[in-house]
């Protein structure tokens, strides 16, 4: 009884103090759309052929072929399963993919920002998202998925390496028994699969725990495992001269599942995520925790959507495979779709949560006229796995704090309001 009667004083608390923007922001945890963009792998020959039909679809085609030196309708449409296979290839046409049906499912871009709550892809479709965001443009994105994948390639070049799906079986078995023979659990997919990499000897001496079964993948090399190390040094230098934004949406990051909202950082983990695991089970989970409610995938479509299946019931799913399915997606959009949050404040000076979790002050507590130097810990979230600190990337003058020490706070929940210092 104790423990119940403190919760209902917390919760009057919390609803004395919401204020008209915590009320729409309550309001769009019952709708919450989120947009999903796949990686390598997902592509199959002609996947591309339906989509020259719609207006508009050709031309940004033929404009992305230019700047990425690949050409995206050929290998979209004609080239055969070997060919879109190599990584060079495969990274910019997926890219591109779904960069241009992504603008025929939200021909203005704002009407993205009015509907879309949250945004992630899995691992080269991180890219894409990141687009979708506003964090780079189009243009930026290709060069550098272009590069991307040229970098990749020249790494698992190097050494005979690969890539197997082991379905099924206990995660902590699976994780154990790869580890075991020097292979990396390169993706954490949830739904019961976990995709191990490395060397080709390491990959013949895996013996899958009871309850598993193992499938070879077909690619090039054994991606986000240190064998990609070389691929992430080249990107590096280029991510550092590419000019950014802050996202405009909850952006959901394929290292840990947390909300990034700085732009600077989202090209940092783009780039380290190359050599690193993708955990989509975490970026499921932030969906989860952000009350998800529906998710259309981008072509090439039905990989993501299939998980989600599995590991999020209860939310509407649809993959967009070809413009047959507009029609369904935008209904989907019109029943879920919400303004974010996100978006309709001065998204380069807001500190948001980047996991659901309780929000603690700093030491050093900011009070409203207070300078935070950029960099600054004005205080943690602390979740279930870990406590994550929170600054403040760009500083500023604090104009008023959305949340208070001891708040449960949602991913990508504003905490901060900032006013950008003079030299910034």
């Keep these: ?34 947009v999903v963009a796949p990686g390598q792998g997902a592509q199959s020959p002609g996947f591309l052929t339906p989509w ?38 495969a990274q910019p046409l997926i890219v591109g993919a779904g960069l241009v049906t992504l603008l025929s499912l939200f021909p203005h871009p704002s009407g993205a920002y009015a509907s879309i709550s949250a945004g992630a892809g899995h691992s080269v479709g991180e890219i894409t998202a990141a687009v979708g965001a506003g964090v780079m443009t189009a243009e930026q994105a290709m060069v550098f998925v272009r590069e991307r994948g040229k970098a990749m390639a020249h790494a698992a070049a190097v050494t005979k390496t690969g890539m197997s799906a082991v379905l099924g079986g206990d995660p902590d078995e699976v994780v154990a028994a790869a580890r075991e023979v020097g292979l990396t659990p390169a993706n954490m997919n ?83 995520q190359v050599s690193q ?27 993501l959507t299939g998980l989600a299946k599995r590991a999020m019931p209860g939310v509407e799913t649809l993959a967009l495979k070809t413009p047959d399915d507009l029609p369904a997606a935008w209904k989907l959009i019109e029943k ?69 020490d001891g708040d449960p706070v949602a991913p990508g929940q504003p905490l901060l309001r900032l006013h950008p210092l003079e030299q910034i």
């Design 277 to 303: 695991p993708v955990r989509w089970d975490l970026c499921m989970q932030t969906m989860l925790d952000l009350g998800v409610t529906a998710m259309i995938e981008i072509p090439p479509a039905g990989t």
């Design 1 to 34: 009884m104790p423990k119940l009667i403190g919760f209902l004083q917390r919760f009057a608390h919390l609803i004395g103090r919401v204020t008209a923007t915590d009320c729409g922001f309550l309001r769009k945890a019952r709708a919450v759309l989120v």
């Design 52 to 89: 020259l039909d719609v207006p508009g679809v050709v031309e940004r085609l033929e404009w992305l072929s230019l700047v990425s030196g690949i050409d995206l309708i050929e290998h979209g449409t004609r080239s055969d399963a070997d060919t879109i296979r190599d990584t060079a290839i």
């Design 336 to 404: 879920h779709g919400v303004h974010s949050v996100i978006d309709s404040t001065p998204t380069w000076r807001l500190v948001i949560a980047p996991a659901k979790g309780t929000f603690r002050l700093g030491a050093h507590q900011f009070v409203d006229g207070d300078i935070v130097p950029a960099t600054t810990e004005i205080g943690i979230i602390k979740t279930l796995r870990e406590e994550i600190p929170i600054a403040a990337p760009h500083g500023g003058t604090v104009i008023e704090w959305l949340a208070e």
């Design 190 to 272: 949830g739904s019961g699969q976990i995709v191990v990499a490395g060397t080709m000897e390491q990959l013949a001496s895996f013996v899958a725990p009871d309850g598993a079964r193992v499938r070879a993948l077909e690619v090039a090399g054994a991606f986000h495992t240190e064998h990609m190390a070389p691929a992430t040094a080249v990107l590096g230098k280029i991510g550092n001269a590419i000019t950014t934004h802050d996202p405009r949406i909850r952006l959901i990051s394929n290292k840990d599942g947390q909300v990034v909202h700085d732009g600077r950082e989202v090209i940092r983990r783009v780039v380290q």
